[in-house]
C-alpha cells in the first residue's frame, strides 16, 4: 500500500505533464455555476499507479482503560448551571471540531479521501484554549500507540492523518499539545490506575473513528462535485453536499476560490472516550468562530 511519502515520490518522478495534470485535478474550484462532473481521480491513480486504500475496523486500538462511568450525562453546550464532573462532561471546550485537509501543494494523504486535520475542542462561544497542559506535551505520540499495542490505529494514522510541511510524528504531538490536552474527560484523573500515555490512545482512537464517520470525498462525489482544474462550483452546493444526515459543517478556501479545509461540529453527551456525539446545528456562533479561526474572512469562499 502506497504510504504518502511514495506518493510524493510518484510525483515528483512523473513527467512534466502528468505532475501539471495530478495538481490541476486535486483542485475544488468555485464559480457562480452549478456543474456536475464524473471524477477524475481515476486519471491519477493511473498515472501513479495507486491502489485504493481500505479503511480499518473502528474498533483499532486497545481496550479496557477505565474511565469514569457517566450516567444520566449532560450534552455539553446545553447546560444552565455549572457542572463540577469534567470527566463526564466536556468543558469549557465543550464543542468538538473534526477538522479535515484536502492538501495539493504539496500533495498529501490519499486520492480518494481527505485527511485528518485534528479534533478540536472549543468553547460554545466560538473561543478556544490551546496548549492546557505543559507537563503533557509529549514528544513521542508514535511510541505511547505503540507501547499500548494500538499498530492498527498508528497504520492508520500513517495514512490519513499526515502533514504536508513536516513529520507526521511531529504534526500528531502538535494536535495532542495544542488541542487534545484541552479535553476535560481526557485528564488524567478521569482514569483509574491511570498508565501515562491511556489519554493519548484515547484521543487519536476517537479522533480516528470519527473521521470514518464523515467521509467527505464521498459526500462531495455524491452531489457530482469532483476536483477539477475546469469545472466550478457555488459555496451552496459545496455546503448541500457536505450537510447531510444532520451534519454540520463549515469550510475554507484557499485564496477565497479552492477548497481545502472541512469544519464538521458536535457536542458530547458524556465522555469524548465513551459517550455519545451530537451534529450541532447551524448558527451565527460558528460563522463567527470561522472567522475568528482565519487570518481574514475572505477565506470562508464568500464567492
Not at 103 to 117: L, Y
Not at 122 to 143: A, K, L
Not at 157 to 184: A, L, P, R
Not at 194 to 201: A, F
Request: proline share 4%.
Amino acid at each position: 500500500m502506497n504510504t504518502p511519502e511514495a506518493l510524493n515520490d510518484g510525483i515528483f518522478k512523473a513527467s512534466s505533464a502528468a505532475l501539471s495534470l495530478w495538481q490541476n485535478i486535486r483542485t475544488y474550484s468555485f464559480d457562480s455555476m452549478p456543474i456536475s462532473i464524473p471524477s477524475l481521480r481515476s486519471i491519477a491513480r493511473f498515472i501513479l499507479g495507486l491502489a485504493q486504500v481500505t479503511l480499518l475496523p473502528s474498533n483499532n486500538a486497545v481496550s479496557g482503560f477505565q474511565t469514569a462511568s457517566c450516567p444520566n450525562a449532560q450534552l455539553s453546550c446545553h447546560n444552565t448551571t455549572a457542572v463540577t464532573d469534567l470527566c463526564c462532561f466536556n468543558a469549557p471546550g465543550g464543542q468538538l471540531l473534526q477538522t479535515q485537509f484536502w492538501d495539493t501543494n504539496p500533495v498529501a494523504g490519499p486520492t480518494n479521501s481527505w485527511t485528518i486535520h485534528g479534533l478540536w475542542p472549543d468553547h460554545c462561544d466560538g473561543s478556544y484554549s490551546q496548549f492546557c497542559d505543559e507537563n503533557r506535551q509529549y514528544t513521542n505520540i508514535t511510541q505511547i500507540l505503540q507501547q499500548y499495542g494500538a499498530t492498527s490505529l498508528l497504520d492508520y494514522m500513517n495514512q490519513y492523518w499526515v502533514s504536508n510541511d513536516g513529520s507526521d510524528e511531529s504534526f500528531w504531538e502538535h494536535e495532542w499539545g495544542k488541542h487534545g490536552t484541552c479535553i476535560s474527560t481526557f485528564d488524567t484523573s478521569c482514569y483509574t490506575d491511570y498508565q501515562t500515555g491511556q489519554e493519548v490512545v484515547d484521543f487519536f482512537n476517537a479522533t480516528v473513528n470519527l473521521f470514518k464517520t464523515l467521509d467527505s470525498y464521498s459526500f462531495l462525489a455524491a452531489a457530482g462535485i469532483t476536483p477539477s482544474s475546469s469545472q466550478t462550483y457555488t459555496k451552496a452546493q459545496i455546503q448541500s453536499a457536505l450537510n447531510v444526515n444532520g451534519l454540520y459543517a463549515v469550510f475554507q478556501c484557499t485564496d477565497s476560490t479552492q477548497l481545502d479545509e472541512i469544519y464538521y461540529f458536535f457536542d458530547v453527551r458524556g465522555s469524548v472516550q465513551t459517550g455519545t456525539l451530537v451534529p450541532e446545528p447551524a448558527g451565527m456562533v460558528y460563522a463567527s468562530h470561522i472567522v475568528f479561526h482565519l487570518s481574514t474572512s475572505a477565506d470562508i469562499c464568500d464567492v
